[in-house]
């Protein structure tokens, strides 16, 4: 049989294409002959569907129900066989049930989705692209003089690291990946850390950290909270690392209780039933922080590049920007300060260290 390639199929034409199967089988008579032939049309069916007239797709539709209704009664009868765990996935994809490679990877590939993005998210991809551009180009900016020094290569190098993480937290905030997402911002902090550190004027702990020493003894000098210690910033921004750290880079339980949704109703049998998410963590509070982070971390890259590089940049432009960044402080606010306040979490000192850091960064431009 041959159907023209832009005509409609009919049900009529399906019809005749299943007698015709049926006598090209040789045996039609045979139980598995017969099944084989209806799980071949089923797909032919699905294969096509866009391409069948109304009243196919109703058949089609009608013989998928009646086919998953017709497997879901035979299958705890079979044997556990290769053959029988993929029959279960099939009727698991039929329902909408299963988790496909291709979806998930796809959802990381394209770009979202306007009508179903949140205003949130606009919002902040709009905060996050204007101010990333300004990132960006004072960076090629300082790139463009020639810098001397251990400490010169590593705050540079360090801030391209930042560059980076930071896109791929705001890709995986985007796509609600909340978790992932705090694992990059984690790293952006550490980084922006030994960044200050080797701005304080003290060669030596560049020089160590590039230095051929053992890497135990350079840890025990400049590991994550050493640092913080030295920059006298352990006991608020200890709390911030810790909560990245549990929420995203360690398997915590914290991490999970995000992941992991409790059933209203319990299973037919009577136990609990939770629900464990991939693919993300949308409509969580989690999602909503994630893209807080973001904003904020890039607000302090913003400033360490000023501070660290300020010979080499305009300085009546860097006042600009920096008191362009009410916008961002404002988000940090309304979105992470309030929401955990009204929670009746403690925010004072990420509430004075957002408010109190763009005057921070002015004084010492104006």
Known sequence: MTLEQDSKITPQYLGNKLVESFKASGNPKDPATQWKIMVEHFVYCLSNYDRLSPEAQ???????????EMVEKQLPALPDTVETRKLKRLTRGAKGKRLFADGYIKALETPLDETETPELYKKVRE????????????????TDNTLSGPAMFCKLS??????????????????SYAGQAFSHIRTIQESLDLVELFNKGEPRWADLWTSDKQSKEIWKELKPSKVREKL?????????????????????????RTRCRMAVKPSPKGNRQFKISIGGTPKT????FAHVFVLLSMVMILAQIANSFKKFLNE????????STDEVTGFVVTFLVKP????????SDIKKFVLDTKEKLLKGFV
């Open 58 to 68: 109703k058949i089609t539709d009608d013989l998928q129900k009646q086919m998953i």
């Open 127 to 142: 905060i996050f692209e204007k101010n990333l551009q300004i990132v960006m180009d004072l960076y090629q900016d300082v």
């Open 158 to 175: 360090l801030l391209g690291v930042c560059i980076d993480e930071l896109l791929v937290a705001f890709h995986l905030s985007q796509r």
């Open 232 to 256: 006298g910033k352990d006991k608020f921004f200890g709390k911030i690392y810790s909560l990245l750290s549990g929420a995203g880079s360690h398997p915590s339980f914290e991490m999970l």
């Open 285 to 288: 509070k989690e999602a909503i």
């Open 316 to 323: 009546p432009e860097i006042v600009e920007i920096l008191k």
């Open 340 to 347: 955990l306040e009204d929670a009746g979490q403690d925010m």
